[in-house]
Every structure is written in structure tokens, then in C-alpha cells.
């Protein structure tokens, strides 16, 4: 059974920092590409960062592009997402993803193409 379960979300002013950890399990980890999204209230889930199976690639939406930082551990079948100068408006519930990948350092931004998600853990930036 695959699980992925978010860790690291909290309260946080604005202009600080929060890393937030995805633990997976019942999968191989290194055969899937993995994926950050958000989602604030009343609004839809939307893509924050994605990363190929072997780091080789990285991509980050406009909005986060330069203050967060996707990053792996395939030895420990975690992701993780450092997010520096946080902001009000990145208010939201943080979900980790995968995206099984069969070849190269492919990675989606596209939510259905994500095959697994977790719980979420909610990040909270005040001003």
C-alpha cells in the first residue's frame, strides 16, 4: 500500500521559513518523479514544484520561483520543500506527490498526472 505522508507545516510570519518533508512508503521511490501543490480555501489545487526521479530536474511555479526549493532524498524515500521568504498569500494546505516515471528525468505539472497523494499539512503565513 503506498503512502505518502506530509510533515513540517505551521504557523509562520511573514518573511520566514518552514521545510516541509514528504515520507514515502509501499512504492520505489526513485521510479517516481515527485510534486508539491497547494491549495488555499475556495480556491483549486495548483501546482508549486516538481522534481525528476533523480534530481536531474526541477520546476517551480512563477509564484514560488526563487523562495522555495524542491529537493530529494531517494535513500530515504523522502521529498522535501524549503520555503524561504513565505508570504500571506502562500497560505494554504501543502500536498506532496508522485508521478510514476518509466524513462529519464521526466516530471509533470499537471495535476492529473499524478498517480499517489498525501494528506497535506497546512501552512499558515501571517503578516
Known amino acids: 500500500q503506498v503512502q505518502l505522508g506530509e510533515s513540517g507545516g505551521g504557523q509562520v510570519q511573514a518573511g520566514g521559513s518552514l521545510r516541509l518533508s514528504c515520507a514515502a512508503s509501499g512504492l520505489i521511490f526513485s521510479n517516481y518523479a515527485m510534486g508539491w501543490f497547494r491549495q488555499a480555501p475556495g480556491k483549486e489545487r495548483e501546482f508549486v514544484a516538481t522534481?525528476?526521479?533523480?534530481?536531474?530536474?526541477?520546476y517551480y511555479a512563477d509564484s514560488v520561483k526563487g523562495r522555495f526549493t524542491i529537493s530529494r532524498d531517494n535513500a530515504k524515500n523522502t521529498a522535501y520543500l524549503q520555503m524561504n521568504s513565505l508570504k500571506p498569500e502562500d497560505t494554504a494546505v501543502y500536498y506532496c506527490?508522485?508521478?510514476?516515471?518509466?524513462?529519464?528525468?521526466?516530471?509533470?505539472?499537471?495535476?492529473?498526472?499524478?498517480?499517489?497523494w498525501g494528506q497535506g499539512t497546512q501552512v499558515t503565513v501571517s503578516s
Open positions: 522534481i525528476s526521479r533523480s534530481a536531474g530536474v526541477r
Open positions: 506527490a508522485a508521478d510514476r516515471q518509466y524513462a529519464g528525468e521526466s516530471y509533470s505539472y499537471v495535476r492529473e498526472a499524478y498517480n499517489y
